[in-house]
């Protein structure tokens, strides 16, 4: 067992066992982080370019994608690196900056898809006061917010990771850092980096989670009590978008959470495709939700295309 000093990085793990069919591993790898590049993107520049897209809906729809564009640069180049070249190794400060941005990025998508929430609770409790309440200072406000709660929370439990001595093995479990993995090679009193997260987590994600909940039963409510079933069922195809995005998030969430909990005798395989598919699974499907339940996405898309092509 020796201090920190004695090495300044740890090793990154891809799918032990299957190091051989690493190459294959990393074909789906490569094509899903090329989809969410380019599907997030394409959202992005629509929402910039389409008059139609500026609403508050839309701008927390555009920080939704920017965040998980933000989550998948911060991890691929450390998963390609060991599925395609078998790079290991990584620094232990671009270690620690790449856990900070991944649970900071993690927790302003929460905040995000809280916003969203309040935006249609507002859009459809109180339509004549939407534009009133969500102008752009405010949604400027919101996103503010929900950034500086997601990257000042995060710092308390990353910024000992700098200063703590590690004698332990120095092999994480991942292909990317995480704080839960670090903490775990630390030769040093770490109450504070085990018990910090489980309060972080209660009140940001249990609390968004119960935050949406209670919006939701409110729209609900209020959906009912419109007497036309037409507007009814528009009302509520306002909000099917964001409810399958909440479900995506929160279902991952909370099925990683159980294996790593509950899951002991679970393959480790299981574990590392869980945490990918926690990753992974909520940047692909947010815009294809997007895409295929609103019609002034639908359009855009079809009008920058033929516009595109027309240029040509």
């Known amino acids: 067992m020796w201090p920190n000093s004695s090495f300044n990085s740890f090793l990154l793990t891809g ?3 299957l190091e051989a069919a690493h190459h294959w591993i990393s074909i789906p790898f490569f094509f899903v982080y090329i989809s969410i590049l380019i599907d997030n993107g394409i959202l992005l520049l629509l929402i910039k370019e389409d008059h139609n897209l500026h609403e508050p809906m839309y701008y927390f729809l555009a920080m939704l994608a920017a965040t ?4 998948t640069l911060t991890t691929m180049p450390t998963v390609l690196g060991v599925l395609w070249w078998h790079h290991r190794k990584i620094a232990d400060l671009a270690c ?3 856990a900070y941005f991944i649970h900071s990025l993690s927790s302003v998508e929460s905040g995000v898809l809280l916003a969203m929430a ?3 609770f507002i859009a459809i409790c109180s339509p004549l006061r939407y534009t009133s309440i969500l102008t752009n200072t405010r949604v400027v406000k919101i996103g503010l917010g929900v950034l500086m709660r997601g990257f000042v929370s995060i710092i308390p439990p990353i910024m000992p990771l700098y200063f703590f001595p590690y004698c332990h093995s120095h092999v994480l479990s991942h292909a990317f850092c995480l704080h839960q993995d670090v903490i775990k090679l630390a030769c040093a009193d770490t109450t504070f980096n085990r018990l910090y997260p489980i309060v972080l987590v209660a009140l940001i994600f249990v609390l968004d989670s119960l935050i ?11 959906v009912l009590s419109t007497a036309f079933r037409e507007e009814r069922a528009k009302a509520l195809n306002t909000c099917v978008s964001h ?3 909440v ?3 929160y279902v991952t969430v909370i099925g990683l959470s159980m294996i790593h909990q509950f899951g002991k005798q679970v393959p480790h395989t299981v574990h590392l495709l869980m945490s990918y598919v926690c990753f992974l699974f909520p940047p692909l499907m947010n815009p294809i939700i997007y895409s295929i ?3 002034q996405i639908q359009n855009g898309i079809l009008h920058l295309f033929t516009t595109h092509r027309v240029g040509i």
Do not use: A, H
């Open 293 to 295: 339940k609103t019609k």
């Open 247 to 249: 479900l995506v998030f």
């Open 118 to 120: 309040y935006d249609r």
């Open 68 to 71: 998980d564009l933000g989550l």
């Open 96 to 98: 620690f900056s790449q």
């Open 212 to 222: 949406i909940l209670i919006s939701y039963v409110l729209i609900l409510k209020s």
């Open 15 to 17: 799918f032990p066992g």
């Open 243 to 245: 409810i399958c995005c």
